[in-house]
């Protein structure tokens, strides 16, 4: 989905370890202008996360020159949030990367089939062989810490 196509949907509500989009609204390193783009931000235990499968993404560079972000309808009764960036603990990145590989079946990690238990990190930590090595090994995840 296009940022439009995000924007004018129905806002779907959190629920601990499944994606939904999100607009993300940073600004961007190099213009200073607003760069919205739709994001699958996962809560885990009440944080936020988005991740990315390296961490050359332009907008992954935006998020962390800025040090924070607006997501649009994100809080209570679809109001704007804004959140401060930092990059995801090794634990929090394996249960992000975890839940993002369930949910969307990405190539990021090869995850428990409950990935909440307390093994959940070291297990989500296993890579895959090939190719998905290298998307285990450069994948981000950045947690986004509400300011208000």
């Not at 806002?11 to 994606?19: F, L, M, Q």
């Not at 992954?60 to 401060?84: F, K, Q, W």
């Not at 969307?104 to 093994?119: K, N």
């Amino acid at each position: 989905m296009d940022v439009e196509q995000v924007r004018e949907a129905p806002v779907k509500p959190y629920e601990d370890g499944i994606p939904v989009l999100r607009v993300v609204d940073v600004l961007g390193r190099k213009s200073g202008e607003p760069q919205p783009t739709a994001l699958n931000v996962t809560e885990l235990d009440g944080e936020h996360y988005v991740c990315a499968p390296a961490p050359d993404r332009d907008w992954v560079r935006n998020l962390l020159a800025a040090g924070y972000c607006r997501i649009e309808r994100d809080g209570p009764d679809a109001r704007d949030t804004v959140r401060r960036v930092t990059t995801a603990t090794a634990d929090e990145t394996a249960r992000a990367l975890a839940a993002q590989r369930r949910a969307l079946a990405s190539p990021f990690t090869v995850a428990s089939p409950d990935a909440r238990s307390s093994e959940a990190p070291d297990r989500a930590r296993e890579e895959v062989g090939g190719s998905g090595e290298a998307h285990t090994r450069r994948a981000i995840v950045l947690r986004l810490e509400a300011l208000n």
